[in-house]
């Protein structure tokens, strides 16, 4: 009995993970560009700012 649901649950979760799987390969395929040069659509945006109203990174300061 234990078998039936662990193999039903494996099942479940493989099913589950491809909205997921889907996600992650539109993140890692987003292109990178300067922001005086971005493209329509989604951007990863690179560059430095400067000024009084900076923001800092939560992660890397």
Do not use: C, D, Q
Not at 20 to 48: A, C, D, F, M
């Amino acid at each position: 009995m234990i078998i039936i649901v662990a193999f039903i649950g494996g099942i479940i979760l493989i099913v589950a993970s491809f909205p997921w799987l889907k996600l992650k390969g539109i993140i890692e395929n987003i292109p990178t560009s300067k922001i005086r040069g971005s493209y329509h659509g989604l951007v990863e945006v690179k560059g430095i700012t400067s000024g009084a109203n900076m923001i800092k990174s939560p992660l890397t300061g």
